[in-house]
């Protein structure tokens, strides 16, 4: 089983932004000590719980400071990008890294509708399955070089296209035979996952993306809380130390409850015994962990213990 990390740059309430990018980056040399597979970061704009909103100029930080460890995203969302710039830009970063890098994809638009006019984007109208599918087979055209115009730089080797993908994802990937990571309501659709691997054949392969923390359970509130501000005032807040007594809505408290509830958190024998419920639920190919706390050090324990417990040696730091 591959072990990857996504790391989204949580900001933190008191500190600049820019300290969440420092951040990112120290976890991405830790996580290559650790031995992990992929370092992924993330496509956020204008959010004030996340600083990362450019993923190829993070991506070209993260793989300046390491060595090994493969570097990605997850995603790049089309609907806001040409599919030749990403891939000009994914070409950049495969000449100066090469065979390191992923390109992970998705077509979630902007959060708020003043993002959307920002980006000259349409959000949902107009971006169905088959505007999605016809960009990316427009991109994996660039990054093979069977595309109408040649790339420069180049690349050696395309690098590896992923698609983030819901149900209906889910489809296109399966048809383009395109790899795929899948999170949330999704893990639970066998239907749809058997689907997709009908439909890839022998190019299927699944990344499950989870938030998995080992340690106190108390680690997952400050994201539970984040979600719960962001579905009840539409917000995604910077994340702030747990408080198993703060005050909530009845609303609010229903989604922190199901924050929890999909969050895999505890001691190494829980948080293996449910991730083995998880591989066997899905047939995961390799494991994307997406989880984020208030406490840098406490999250840094976790990458630790996690890669001990996936590699079988609990305990046993890399």
Partial sequence: MRLSLLDRSRTRAGEPDPAALTRTVERAKRAERLG??????????????????????????VAAAT????????????????????????ATLA??????????VGRTPAFTEPVRRALRSDGEDGWDDTAFAADLRELRSYLDGTGPVTVRPRPAEAPPLFVLAT??????????????????????????????RSRAGDDAYVVVSADVLIGD????????WALAAARTTGEFPPLEPPDPGR????????????????????????????LDELVERTGADELLVTSSTWDGDALAESDARLAAVLSGVTGHVP
Avoid: K
């Fill in 36 to 61: 992990y597979h992929r370092f992924w970061v993330a496509e956020h704009h204008a959010v004030p719980g996340i600083a990362s909103g450019a993923p190829t100029v993070l991506m070209a930080a």
């Fill in 67 to 90: 060595e090994r460890i493969r570097i990605g995203s997850g995603g790049i969302m089309l609907p806001n990008h040409q599919p030749l710039v990403v891939a000009e830009q994914v």
């Fill in 95 to 104: 000449a100066l890294h090469p065979g390191r890098i992923d390109v992970g």
């Fill in 167 to 196: 149900g209906a994802g889910l489809r296109v990937a399966g048809d383009l035979r395109l790899p795929v990571v899948v999170g949330g309501p999704v893990l639970d659709d066998r239907a749809a996952l058997d689907g997709y």
């Fill in 217 to 224: 359970p108390e680690l997952a509130l400050p994201e539970a």
């Fill in 247 to 274: 005050r909530t809505t009845e609303r609010q408290r229903a989604v922190v409850d199901r924050a929890l509830e999909r969050t895999i958190v505890g001691d190494e024998d829980t948080v293996a015994e449910r």
